[in-house]
């Protein structure tokens, strides 16, 4: 196991029976727990030795033996619906590269979880105090530092648990006399854990529902409704495609939230072409309304919908 770090990172998880694609890397530790917790799992393990292996091999995994930061994983882009791997940023030269490269191997609705050394901790700051530095191949970070470099990374949402190791002195107390701050008990966290998504949750929750193909295909056609290209047609189109894919009221309305710049046009265009589906626009405004977040949207969304009932 990585030095001193509780292997943790399975908290950010909910048992279940649901056949997710989840790799390993390097952070062997974590198989058995997770083959329980997943028995219909796909799960597959890399790992820089042949050794580390042996330990796991009765674990239903799928084993591969290679360096991640040196060799491609063998692996389908958007394949996996996690990646875990503890303290996997530290010993790199390259961690954007690495967490870019990790991001390109999950789904959209899939998450990385990963934790770091917090270079904050009392016993890093007590060390320099000393004179002493002993992290000298690995990359330390702090919270807000670690949190940056995977947005830079391409992941949409970050989440964060605290592993505390509190001190038996004062020097915490020194610390924060020196001018040290340490909100949400940041000089006594040895350890960040960290849920790294490719998607904000309301974005994982549309993307989950459909496939890739129907979701593209969807945003085409609200698109093209929004800025008037072909718009008669493409309002008979998307509303063909509606009925196909079994589409409703609630999940175009928040799809169209995420991916519309201008709503309060779109909709005025949609219902100018679609004087048969009045009633699903007017659902759809419903939806809106409920997650509106300014006194500008109920407004617009006001008079649409009163147009809207006068054309009925």
Known sequence: MAEKIKPELLGFLQASGVPYRILVVESLYYLPELRQMFPQAEIFAVAAEEEAI??????QVDFCVLDYLSERLPFEREY?????????????ANPQDIAAGFSMYLKQTGAFLTSFRNIRHWSVLEEMMEGHFYHLVTRLYAKTDFERLLYASYYKNVRVRPQLRRAEDDIVERLVAAGFEN?????ETEFWLVRADRSMPEMALLKSMYTKEQRKKLSD?????EYDVDAENQCRLFWAFYEQSALFADYVANFIRQAVFHPEAFYRRLMKYSRRELDEILAMLECTRENATSQDELRWID????????MK
């Open 54 to 59: 042996e330990p796991y091999q009765d674990c």
């Open 80 to 92: 996996f619906d996690y990646i875990i791997s503890d303290l996997t940023l530290e010993a790199v």
């Open 183 to 187: 909100i949400h008990e940041d000089l």
């Open 221 to 225: 056609y609200l698109h093209r409704i």
């Open 303 to 310: 008079k649409i919908e009163q147009e809207l009932q006068g």
